[in-house]
C-alpha cells in the first residue's frame, strides 16, 4: 500500500506530494519523513544526488532495498516497518512511502519490490506523456496541476487505480502545452485550456442503464489514442536506459484502447467488447503484424559456445479496420519454437485450448497493441541429459584475451588506430598490456545479414581500486566497420552497419596502462563484451505466420507482415 | 546588502501576491480565476501558507468550470485539515456538486469529501455517498467504492452505522460491471485489513462460491491492478473440491503470462494454493511462470523477489529445478545482491545430472575482481559437493583450479570447502595428495631474513583451523617445518598462543597425528616428538584463556606417556559427518511462504505467526536488539538451585529461531508451564543443527526483562554437549519467577538470548501463549483499592464492544464470564463488585484480572441483554497486548 507519493528534484525539494492514505496509527514519523529519509542516504551515499548513476544500499532489508531503485526503512519490534521506494527520471525522483508491515500483515501482493515496478515501468512513463515528453523540472512546474489530477486518477487510496493513457485521457486531458494537448485538441476539439466553458463529457447526461446514443467522440477518440500510444512508445523507447522490451510501455499499451468501460466519457458499444467500439470507421484498412524477438544471451568467447540463452518474443499488431472484424491468424511452428506463450485479453481462450494450438481468433482492438509475448529458453544449448546438437547462435563470437609483455609499439598507426595518449612514449620501460581479438562471423542465410552490430568493452571494474581508475590507452585495428576509444567511459567501441551472411569481421585491440611510472605492474582485467545487433527478416526461434484471414471486413485489407530479431542483452565473456 | 535587498523584495512580493491573488480569484472571468487558482496552488506546493485565501476559494466553487472546480478540490484537500470550520462551508457546494448532472464532477466531490477525513465532514457524506453507490455510472460508482474504504479508515463507525460496508457487500454480487467490482473488492479487502481482529475481518470479507465465480468471471475484463486485486481475493478461497480448483486454474492460469509482475506473483499464489489444498490438480505452469521474472527485463527488485520464491521451491522440491539452472547464471550487470541469490539458487538446483555444467560457471565467478562474489562461488563449489555425492570429485577438483597464490581470499574459501569435503567422505580423499599439495604450496612462503617456511597469515580462523587439520590429516611433505614455524615461534602475538582457540586445538591435533605417523614408521625419537611436546608445553602451560585447549593438551599427553593410547583415539575410525540438510527451513514454513507468494515475509523470510487465538500483530524472528538484552550475565553465572524432581514437558512447535537467522542452528519451542499441581514454569526447546560445523557447543540462556517475570533457575544443559551437523537435542530449561525481572510493558513477548560457541549470541523471542499470561491466584482487590486505582489519574481506558456469538441470555452470559479460568487453573476475573441495570436486563461487572508476574487489568463488562454485546472497558498499567490477550479470551467465551 503506497502511503504517500512524491516526486523530489535533484536538490531534494518536494515538487509534487500527495497523500494517498493516512499514516497507521503508531506509525513512525511525520507524512514528509520518507523525504527526510531517502534524502539523508542520498547525501551520505553520493554528494551528487540522484542522476549520476551509482548504486548503493538501503537499510532495511539491506538486500531488497539496494541498487538504483533501492528502499530504506526502520523497522522496530511492533513498529510498523515503512519502505521508501524511490526510482530516478532523469534528474527528478519518484518516492513512494510504502506501509511494508501492512502488506506484509495483510499478505498483500503488493510488495515494495512491485511499487517500484510500477513507479518505473507505469508511474514515470505516464507522468513524462503528460510532461510532453520530458521530465524536468519545468515541465513538472508547468504542468504540476494536471500531475495532481493524474496522481488523483492512478493511485486512488493508495492503490493503483486507472493507469492506461487511453482510460486517462478523457478523464485528465493534457495541457494544452504539450503535444500531447495539441494532438487532442486538434482531434477532438477538446482540450483543458479551450476557452469553451463548456464540461467535457456534460452534453450526454447519464440516463439509466447508460444507453447512449453516439459517444461524444468516439472513433475519434480511438484513434487520437492509438496515435498518443505510440507518441509515448516512441519517447518511452528514447529515454529507456535500461535495454528492455517496450513491454513496460506495452504493459500499459496491450490494454490501451478502451480498457475502461466505465470511463464516462468513451463508453463503448453494447457488443460486449471493452476493447473496441463498433462504431470504428477507417478509410484505409490495413493490418501490420510484427514478430518481435529479442534475445538474452551470455556466451563464452572460447568458441562461441552459449552458456545461457533465452529468446523473448511479441507478436505487436498495428490495425486500421473498420467495424467488427475477427481475424484467424496461423502460426507455424509453435510447438517446437516456443516454450510458452501469452495472449492479449482480445483472444479468445475458449477456442485456443492449450498454448500448443497454432491458431489464434480474437477481434482487434483498435490502434496498436502486443497480441502475444512468448518465450523460448534454452534455444541455443542443448537440454540437460540428452544428446543433440545445439542450433548455432546467429553470429559466432570468438573473443580472446591474453597479456603481453612488450615494448613500446613500432608499428604505423592505420586509418583506423585511435590514440587516447596524443603523444607516443618513444623510450618508456616495457609495459604489460592486454592484447583482445575478436572475431564476428555471421551465422545467417544467403539471403540476410546482420545490422548495426555494436561490440562494447567497458573498462569498468565493481571495486573502485586505485588501479581500476587508472588512465588507459588503447591502440585498436578492425578489419571494417569503425572502433575507438573512448577516454572518459573508458570503453572501447567497435560498430558494424552491417555483416552479410557468412562474412567475418575481426578486431584486435591493445589496451596498456597510460603514462604513469608504476604502469608495468597494472594490468587491467579483461573486460566482459556486450553486444548488440538487429538481423531482419530473421525469427530464432522459427516461428512463422502462415496465414491471416480477415471474417467480416468491409473491405479487403492491405496485411503486411514481418519478423525482425534484435538483442536485448547478449554479453560474451572473454577466454584466456 | 544585496541579501537585505532581496529579503524585502521577496516578502513584499509575497504580500502583495496573495492581495493579487484575492482579487483575481473575485474575478467573473473563469480564465482569470483558473490562473489566480493555479498560481495558489503553486505557491502551496512550494510550502507557502496560502491557507489565508480559504474563503475566497471556496467561493470560486459555485463555478460551472470543471478545470476550475478541480483546482478548488485541490486546495480544500489540502487546507481542510487545518481549517476545520472553514472546510464546513465548503460542504454545501460539495454536496450539491455530488448531484451534479456531470458523472465527472459527482465522482469528483465525493472523492473529496471522503478524502479530507474529518468527521464533521464525513458526516455530511453519508447521503451522497449513499447515492453515488447506486450511480448509474460505473465510473462514479468506483470511485465511491474506493471512498467507503477511506471513511472507514476514519471513522469506522460512521461506515458501519450508515450501512456502506453491507452495501459494499452487496455490491459484489448485484454490480454488472467489471471495474466497480474489483474496487469494491479493493474497498473490502482494505477494511478487512483495518478491522481488529480475524473474525471481524471474515465477517466484512468473505469470499463464498458464487462471488468466486463473478470475480473469476470478471478477471478479463480488468487492468493489471485490478486484476492483482481480484487474484488476491481468488486467493482466499479455499476450493471445495477437485473441480472447483480446475474451474480457477483454467480462469487463472493464462494470467500467469501477464507482462505485469505483480499480476505475475498474484496468480502464482493463486495456482500454487489451488494445488495444495486438492492434490488431484497439479500447477505445472507456476514454476516456469516464476522463472519468466528472472529476466534483465524486470526490475532487479522483481527479479530478487522471484529468486526468493524460486528457493523456498527448490526447497521443498528439489527435483523440479535442475534443468532450469541457467537462468541462475549471472548477467555481468546483475547488482551484487542479485549475484549472490543467483550462487545461492545454484547450489539449491546442482543435481548429478547438471553439476558438469554448473561447476565451470562457478569457477569463471570465482575469476570475477568482486572478491565477495569469488568467495562466494568457491562456498558454492564445496557445498555443491557436500550436497550431491556424484559431484563430488569433480568439486575437489575444481576447487584446486580456483587457488591461487595471488588470491589468498579464495584459497582461504578453499581450504574450509576442501576439509568439509573430506570431513563428508572419509577415506575417500585420503590421497588427495594434489589438491592438498596444491593449498598448502600457495599457503607458505619463505621468510627472506632466515630463509625458513612460514605460512602465509589467513585472517579467517575457520580457514587456519581447516589448513592445520589438513596438515595433520595428509601430512604433506612440508607439514613439519610449517608447523614447526608456528609452534615454535615464541612472541606472545604470533605463534602458538596467537591463534584462536579454535585453531591451536587443530594444532595439537596434527602434531599428534605428524608423531603418530612417525611412530608408527619406527622413528619413535623424531623431531615430530619434538615438536609435539612443545606444542603441548605451550598449550599446558600459555592457554589460558580456553580450557578446552588446556584439557585437549592435558589429555594428549596423558595418553602419549601411557603409550598407545594417542593411536587409539586419533586414529580411530570416524563416522563420516552427515550431509547438510539442503532444507533451510521447515517444511511447514516453506509451504507458509509459498503460500504468500510475493508477499514481503515470504521475500525477507519472516515467519508470520497466526495462532487462533492470537491477533497478528507481530513476527517471530524480529527480536529486540543487543542492547536490549543483558547476555553477560549468562546462566554459568546465575544461581542453580537443582530442581526438584525433572520436568517432563514436550516442546511447543512454535518456531524461535530459522535456520537461516540462526546460521544453521534451528530452534523450535517456546515458554511452558508443566501439568499440575506443580505449574512450574520452563523453557522447552528443540535444538537442530543443521550445518554449524564442527559442531555446536557450550550453550547458556537469557531470558530478557518479560511480563512474567522469568528468569532461568538453572544452567542450560544440552544432552549431548556438542551437537554435530545434522543432530537434535530438546533442551528443557527450568525458569522461575522474580519481581525484579518483571517488566509489565513487554507485552507477550519474551526476548530470548542463547549464546554458543561458535556461533556467539543468538537473538529470538517467543510469544506467550495468552492463557499462560493471565495470573488467577493472587489476582484478587478490595473495593476500596480497587476505586482508587480506577480513578487514578493517567491510567487510560480503553473501551470495546463484542458481539455475543455463543450465548442468549444475560444470566448465561454472566455465568461463562465467571467460569473463565486462568492458565493455573484459577478462577481469571476477581469480581469486585456488580449490578444491575436497565431493570435487569444488562449486568455490570468490575472486576480484576491478574497479569504476568504483578500487574493487574482492571476491567469492566457491562452485558446488555438487548443488544446481544458486552461492553468491555480497561484500566491498568498492562500492555496492550495482553489487553488484545483478554479481549480475544473474553470474546471467544462469549
Not at chain 1, 501469452?342 to 477481434?363: E, G, I, K, N, Q
Not at chain 2, 523470510?605 to 524480529?622: I, K, N, Y
Request: one cysteine or more.
Amino acid at each position: 500500500m503506497i502511503q504517500s507519493l512524491f516526486v523530489l528534484n535533484g536538490n531534494g525539494e518536494v515538487l509534487i506530494e500527495r497523500q494517498c492514505q493516512p499514516p497507521a496509527a503508531g506509525a513512525i514519523g511525520s507524512e514528509r519523513t520518507a523525504c527526510r529519509v531517502y534524502w539523508e542516504q542520498v547525501v551520505a551515499a553520493s554528494p551528487r544526488g540522484p542522476g549520476d548513476g551509482s548504486s548503493r544500499g538501503g537499510g532495511c532489508g539491506d538486500l531488497l532495498w539496494y541498487g538504483k531503485a533501492g528502499s530504506v526503512g526502520d523497522q522496530g519490534v511492533g513498529a510498523p516497518a515503512r519502505a521508501v521506494c524511490y526510482v530516478w527520471a532523469q534528474r527528478l525522483t519518484f518516492l513512494a512511502d510504502v506501509d511494508a508491515a501492512m502488506s506484509a500483515t495483510s499478505r498483500s501482493v503488493m510488495t515494495p519490490a512491485l511499487v517500484l515496478d510500477f513507479l518505473e515501468n507505469t508511474l514515470v512513463p505516464l507522468v513524462r506523456t503528460y510532461c510532453g515528453g520530458q521530465l524536468t523540472e519545468d515541465a513538472l512546474r508547468e504542468n504540476f496541476v494536471v500531475i495532481y489530477e493524474l496522481l488523483e486518477e492512478v493511485l486512488d487510496n493508495g492503490f493503483p487505480s486507472t493507469t492506461e493513457l487511453s482510460a486517462l485521457l478523457p478523464l485528465v486531458p493534457p495541457s494544452s502545452a504539450t503535444v500531447l494537448g495539441r494532438m487532442m485538441e486538434a482531434v477532438t476539439g477538446a482540450c483543458r485550456d479551450s476557452s469553451s466553458s463548456s464540461v467535457p463529457g456534460g452534453a450526454h447526461r447519464p440516463s439509466n442503464g447508460g444507453v447512449t446514443g453516439r459517444p461524444p467522440h468516439g472513433p475519434s477518440a480511438g484513434t487520437f489514442a492509438s496515435a498518443a500510444e505510440s507518441l509515448m512508445a516512441a519517447w518511452q523507447g528514447s529515454t529507456a536506459t535500461r535495454p528492455h522490451l517496450p513491454s513496460s510501455s506495452s504493459s500499459i499499451a496491450a490494454d490501451a484502447v478502451g480498457a475502461h468501460t466505465a470511463s464516462p466519457l468513451q463508453r463503448r458499444g453494447s457488443a460486449g467488447l471493452p476493447w473496441r467500439s463498433p462504431g470504428t470507421r477507417h478509410p484505409h484498412q490495413e493490418i501490420f503484424i510484427d514478430l518481435v524477438e529479442r534475445i538474452e544471451a551470455i556466451l563464452s568467447g572460447g568458441h562461441g559456445e552459449v552458456i545461457r540463452g533465452t529468446v523473448h518474443g511479441t507478436i505487436e499488431c498495428q490495425t486500421q479496420l473498420s467495424g467488427m472484424p475477427e481475424l484467424v491468424l496461423r502460426l507455424r511452428d509453435t510447438e517446437q519454437a516456443v516454450d510458452d506463450m501469452a495472449f492479449h485479453r482480445c483472444v479468445r481462450l475458449d477456442a485456443v485450448p492449450d498454448c500448443d494450438a497454432s491458431t489464434v481468433t480474437f477481434v482487434p482492438p483498435d490502434g496498436a497493441f502486443t497480441l502475444a509475448s512468448y518465450t523460448r529458453h534454452n534455444l541455443w544449448t542443448p537440454p540437460v541429459n540428452a544428446s543433440g546438437t545445439a542450433r548455432p547462435f546467429p553470429l559466432r563470437v570468438t573473443y580472446r584475451v591474453s597479456t603481453a609483455t612488450e615494448s613500446p609499439p613500432a608499428e604505423p598507426p592505420s586509418a583506423t588506430t585511435s590514440n587516447a595518449s596524443a603523444v607516443p612514449r618513444r623510450h618508456a620501460p616495457p609495459t604489460r598490456s592486454l592484447l583482445l581479438h575478436i572475431t564476428l562471423h555471421a551465422l545467417v542465410a544467403g539471403d540476410q545479414q546482420v545490422e548495426d552490430v555494436i561490440a562494447r568493452l567497458p573498462f569498468t571494474t565493481t571495486n573502485a581500486s586505485s588501479r581500476a581508475s587508472a588512465p588507459l590507452e588503447c591502440r585498436v585495428r578492425a578489419s571494417s566497420g569503425i572502433a575507438a576509444w573512448d577516454p572518459l567511459a573508458r570503453a572501447l567501441r567497435w560498430s558494424l552497419p552491417r555483416l552479410a551472411s557468412h562474412t567475418s569481421a575481426t578486431l584486435t585491440a591493445t589496451v596498456s596502462p597510460a603514462g604513469s611510472i608504476d604502469a608495468a605492474a597494472s594490468v587491467p582485467t579483461a573486460p566482459i563484451l556486450q553486444l548488440s545487433f538487429r538481423i531482419p527478416r530473421l525469427s530464432v526461434c522459427g516461428l512463422g505466420i502462415e496465414r491471416l484471414q480477415v471474417l467480416r471486413a468491409t473491405h479487403p485489407p492491405y496485411k503486411g507482415m514481418r519478423c525482425v530479431t534484435h538483442t536485448a542483452n547478449v554479453e560474451v565473456r572473454p577466454a584466456r | 546588502m544585496k541579501r537585505r535587498v532581496l529579503h524585502f523584495f521577496s516578502s513584499h512580493s509575497k504580500r502583495s501576491e496573495v492581495h493579487e491573488i484575492r482579487e483575481d480569484l473575485r474575478s467573473t472571468s473563469n480564465t482569470v480565476k483558473k490562473y489566480a487558482l493555479r498560481q495558489t496552488i503553486a505557491s502551496m506546493t512550494v510550502g507557502k501558507d496560502m491557507s489565508g485565501l480559504f474563503s475566497d476559494v471556496v467561493n470560486c466553487m459555485q463555478s460551472n468550470n470543471l478545470e476550475v472546480k478541480k483546482l478548488v478540490y485541490l486546495y480544500v484537500n489540502q487546507y481542510a485539515k487545518t481549517q476545520p470550520d472553514l472546510a464546513i462551508l465548503a460542504v454545501n457546494t460539495f454536496v450539491k456538486d455530488a448531484s451534479d448532472y456531470n458523472p465527472l464532477i459527482r465522482a469528483l466531490a465525493v472523492r473529496t469529501m471522503s478524502g479530507i477525513r474529518l468527521e464533521r465532514v464525513l458526516e455530511y457524506l453519508a447521503p451522497p455517498l449513499r447515492a453515488a453507490l447506486r450511480d448509474a455510472d460505473p465510473y462514479v460508482r468506483k470511485v465511491a467504492c474506493l471512498a467507503v474504504a477511506k471513511v472507514y479508515e476514519s471513522s469506522p463507525r460512521l461506515a458501519r452505522e450508515g450501512g456502506f460496508v453491507q452495501t459494499l457487500q452487496a455490491m459484489l454480487t448485484e454490480d454488472g460491471n467489471p471495474m466497480v467490482l474489483s474496487n469494491a473488492v479493493a474497498a473490502l479487502s482494505s477494511i478487512a485489513r483495518r478491522a481488529g481482529t480475524s473474525a471481524e475481518s471474515q465477517q466484512v470479507f468473505r469470499v463464498d462460491r458464487s462471488l468466486l465465480s463473478r470475480l473469476l468471471i470478471a478477471l478479463n475484463e480488468c487492468n493489471e491492478w485490478g486484476q492483482v486485486v481480484l487474484l488476491e481475493a481468488v486467493a482466499r478461497y479455499v476450493p471445495g473440491d477437485a473441480r472447483e480448483a480446475q474451474v480457477i486454474l483454467e480462469r487463472v492460469l493464462p494470467r500467469l503470462q501477464h507482462a505485469n509482475s505483480a499480476v505475475v506473483l498474484a496468480a502464482a499464489r493463486v495456482v500454487r494454493n489451488v494445488a495444495a489444498s486438492s492434490p488431484a490438480v497439479s500447477s505445472p505452469k507456476v514454476l516456469p511462470a516464476v522463472l519468466s521474472l528472472v529476466s534483465t527485463r524486470q526490475p532487479p527488485e522483481v527479479v530478487y523477489v522471484a529468486l526468493r520464491t524460486l528457493n523456498a521451491m527448490a526447497q521443498l522440491d528439489r527435483g523440479s529445478l535442475p534443468g532450469h539452472f541457467r537462468a541462475f547464471f549471472c548477467d555481468f550487470d546483475d547488482p551484487p545482491y542479485l549475484k549472490q541469490e543467483k550462487l545461492e539458487m545454484l547450489v539449491l538446483v546442482a543435481a548429478a545430472e547438471n553439476y558438469e555444467r554448473v561447476l565451470p560457471e562457478l569457477m569463471a565467478y570465482a575469476n570475477e575482481v568482486d572478491v565477495e562474489l569469488a568467495c562466494t562461488a568457491v562456498r558454492a563449489i564445496g557445498r555443491i559437493g557436500l550436497l550431491v555425492e556424484a559431484a563430488a570429485d569433480a568439486c575437489m577438483e575444481a576447487l584446486a583450479g580456483t587457488v591461487r597464490q595471488s588470491a589468498p581470499h579464495l584459497t582461504q574459501a578453499a581450504l574450509v570447502a576442501v576439509q568439509e569435503l573430506m570431513r563428508r567422505y572419509p577415506g575417500r580423499y585420503a590421497t588427495a595428495a594434489a589438491v592438498v599439495q596444491r593449498l598448502v604450496a600457495v599457503s607458505r612462503s619463505v621468510d627472506a631474513d632466515t630463509g625458513q617456511l612460514e605460512l602465509v597469515p589467513y585472517e579467517d580462523v575457520a580457514a587456519r583451523a581447516a589448513l592445520f587439520w589438513l596438515l595433520g590429516e595428509c601430512a604433506p611433505a612440508d607439514a613439519l617445518p610449517l608447523l614447526r614455524s608456528v609452534v615454535s615461534a615464541g612472541v606472545d602475538d604470533e605463534g602458538f598462543l596467537g591463534e584462536a582457540p579454535a585453531v591451536q586445538l587443530q594444532i595439537l591435533t596434527a602434531a599428534a597425528k605428524l608423531w603418530l605417523r612417525d611412530a608408527k614408521a619406527g622413528q619413535a625419537a623424531s623431531p615430530s616428538g619434538e615438536l609435539l611436546r612443545q606444542a603441548l608445553a605451550s598449550a599446558v602451560s600459555g592457554a589460558e584463556e580456553s580450557l578446552d585447549v588446556r584439557d585437549r593438551a592435558l589429555l594428549y599427553r596423558r595418553l602419549w606417556e601411557e603409550g598407545s593410547g594417542l593411536e587409539a583415539v586419533l586414529a580411530a575410525e570416524r563416522p563420516a559427518v552427515r550431509a547438510p540438510e539442503a532444507l533451510w527451513e521447515s517444511e511447514e514454513v516453506l509451504r507458509r511462504w509459498l503460500s504468500e507468494i510475493g508477499s514481503v515475509a515470504s521475500v525477507i523470510g519472516l515467519v508470520w505467526v497466526q495462532s487462533a487465538d492470537s491477533p497478528p500483530d507481530r513476527f517471530v524472528g524480529e527480536a529486540g536488539s543487543a542492547e536490549e538484552l543483558e547476555p553477560e550475565r549468562g546462566a554459568e553465572s546465575a544461581p542453580a538451585p537443582t530442581p526438584s524432581g525433572a520436568m517432563t514437558v514436550s516442546p511447543p512447535s512454535r518456531s524461535l529461531l530459522s535456520a537461516d537467522r540462526g546460521r544453521g542452528l534451528r530452534i523450535t519451542g517456546g515458554v511452558v508451564q508443566d501439568a499440575p499441581p506443580k505449574r512450574r514454569w520452563a523453557l522447552a526447546m528443540t535444538l537442530e543443527n543443521l550445518n554449524v560445523l564442527p559442531g555446536a557447543s557450550g550453550f547458556a540462556v537469557q531470558l530478557n526483562r518479560n511480563v512474567l517475570g522469568l528468569v532461568p533457575a538453572a544452567p542450560m544443559q544440552v544432552r549431548p554437549p556438542l551437537l554435530q551437523a545434522g543432530d537434535s537435542a530438546t533442551v528443557v530449561v527450568p525458569l522461575e519467577q522474580r519481581a525484579e525481572h518483571a517488566d509489565d510493558a513487554k507485552g507477550r513477548v519474551l526476548q530470548i538470548a542463547i549464546k554458543c560457541s561458535p556461533l556467539g549470541v543468538l537473538y529470538f523471542a517467543d510469544t506467550v501463549p495468552p492463557t499462560l499470561i493471565f495470573r488467577g491466584a493472587s489476582g484478587a482487590m478490595d473495593r476500596g483499592r480497587f476505586l482508587q486505582e480506577w480513578n487514578r489519574g493517567g491510567a487510560e481506558e480503553l473501551r470495546q464492544r463484542l458481539p455475543w456469538r455463543r450465548v442468549s441470555s444475560v444470566e448465561d452470559a454472566r455465568s461463562r464470564l465467571l467460569g473463565l479460568r486462568a492458565g493455573d487453573e484459577a478462577v481469571l476475573l476477581h469480581v469486585v463488585a456488580e449490578r444491575r441495570l436497565d431493570g435487569g436486563r444488562a449486568v455490570q461487572l468490575f472486576a480484576v484480572v491478574g497479569v504476568g508476574m504483578q500487574a493487574v487489568l482492571l476491567v469492566e463488562l457491562v452485558l446488555r441483554g438487548e443488544e446481544r454485546v458486552c461492553e468491555v472497558g480497561m484500566r491498568g498499567r498492562v500492555s496492550d497486548a495482553c489487553r488484545r490477550a483478554f479481549l480475544e479470551s473474553v470474546g471467544d467465551c462469549l
